[in-house]
C-alpha cells in the first residue's frame, strides 16, 4: 500500500470547500488518515467520493470543538494575531504536552512561522465555522478515531458525539495530549495499521 502524504498550502488561505477540489483522489480505492484541522475534510471526502474504503480520525472533529471559538473569531479577525507563532507555555499546553521536549517544541514554532498569518486566521475561522456531522453520519465505510487522553483542545465529548452519530465508530486512547500523531507515532501506528489490517486485509 503506497502512502501519500497532503500537504495544504501556507500562503494561500483556503477554505474546506477549496481544499477538497485539491484532495488526489483518483478514483483508486484509498484510505484517509486525517489529524485535527484535516477531520471534516477527510468526512467530506468519505461522504462524496466511493473510492474511499476506510477512514481514521485523530483527535479531529465534525464540528467546532471549542464552544467559545465562533464567538471569538469573527471575519474579521486579524492575521496580525498570528504574525509570532505561539509561546512555548501554550504550545506544551494545549498541543504537544506539558513534557513535550524542548526540541518538538522549537520545531513546532518554527513550522507555525512559515505559514503565513493570514492562512491561520482563515483556518481557525473554518473551524468555528464547520458542521459536517451530517456527512459523518451517513458513512458506511470503517472509522477509527483515535483521541488522546491528555487532549485539551478537543474533549473527550467530541469523540462520544461522533459515536452518538455513528455507533459503529471505532473508539480507541493513547496517553497523548492533542497532537497524538507527533508525539505516540509508533502508538498510533500500530492502532491504525491492526484496524486497516481488521477491515481491509492488507
Known sequence: MGVEVVS???DLALSYADLLLRLPLRGE???????????????????????????VLVASFAKC????????????????????????????????????????VAQFQRVIDGVAPAVIAARLREISAVD????????????????????????????????????????????????VLQRRPLEAAKRIAAFFEKHLRV
Open 65 to 104: 470543538p471549542v464552544g467559545w471559538l465562533p464567538r471569538v473569531l469573527g471575519a474579521a479577525t486579524p492575521a496580525a494575531l498570528f504574525r509570532r507563532p505561539p509561546p512555548q507555555f501554550v504550545v506544551r499546553r494545549y498541543l504537544l504536552g506539558d513534557d513535550a521536549p524542548e526540541d518538538d
Open 132 to 179: 459536517v456531522e451530517k456527512d459523518f453520519s451517513r458513512l458506511t465505510i470503517p472509522v477509527l478515531y483515535l483521541a488522546g487522553s491528555r487532549d485539551r483542545l478537543v474533549d473527550r465529548s467530541v469523540a462520544r458525539q461522533l459515536l452518538r452519530l455513528r455507533q459503529v465508530m471505532e473508539l480507541e486512547t493513547v496517553d497523548a495530549p492533542h497532537l
Open 29 to 55: 480505492p484509498v484510505q484517509i488518515i486525517a489529524e485535527s484541522f484535516s477531520g471534516p475534510l477527510a468526512i467530506q471526502a468519505a461522504a462524496a467520493h466511493p473510492e474511499v474504503s476506510a477512514l
Open 8 to 10: 495544504y498550502p501556507t
